[in-house]
């Protein structure tokens, strides 16, 4: 059996509706790297459970997205989920109700440990460098 994403069977994104994922900080980090080489993996989504905890990941590059390496990072910290569901590429993806870029993609070089959720942002700024703050909510809304 294939996978419809690795194999191209889509040519659009097939999420048409599905609920927020909302968490909350519990770890603010203070770190960038120019060379991390993460390798994105080529599925647009991620379920992701209650009580799970993930990576957040900054990048400014400008050609980051499924099946990509992205290498010039910063890190935002961890967070526990407290609404789960489906993460979808795409998704907007704000820290105290304060827009912080785009969902581009997966690494799941921790896993099965935790998912680092890669965020194309503007600005590639630490969580520290941007004032964010332990239980600050984390919240991806879907954008079609």
């Known amino acids: ?3 419809p994403y690795q194999s191209g ?3 659009s994104n097939p999420y048409h509706s599905k609920t927020d994922i909302v968490g909350r900080l519990n770890v603010v980090l203070d770190g960038k790297l120019e060379n991390r080489e993460l390798s994105l993996i080529k599925q647009i989504s991620r379920c992701v ?3 799970e905890i ?3 990941i900054i990048s400014d590059e400008d050609s980051i997205g499924t099946g990509s390496t992205v290498n010039k990072i910063a890190y935002l910290g961890f967070f526990e989920i407290v609404q789960g569901g489906v993460l979808t590429t795409g998704d907007s993806v704000y820290c105290a109700g304060r827009l912080i870029g785009t ?5 799941e070089t921790h896993m099965p440990n935790h998912l ?3 965020i194309k942002s503007d600005a590639r700024l630490s969580g520290a460098e941007q004032g964010v ?3 600050d909510e984390i ?3 879907h954008t079609k």
């Open 116 to 118: 680092n959720i890669v």
């Open 133 to 135: 703050n332990l239980g």
């Open 49 to 51: 459970l209650k009580h």
């Open 139 to 141: 919240a991806f809304l």
């Open 1 to 3: 059996m294939k996978d």
């Open 54 to 56: 993930h990576e957040l």
């Open 103 to 107: 969902l581009a993609g997966f690494d």
């Open 9 to 11: 069977m889509f040519s």
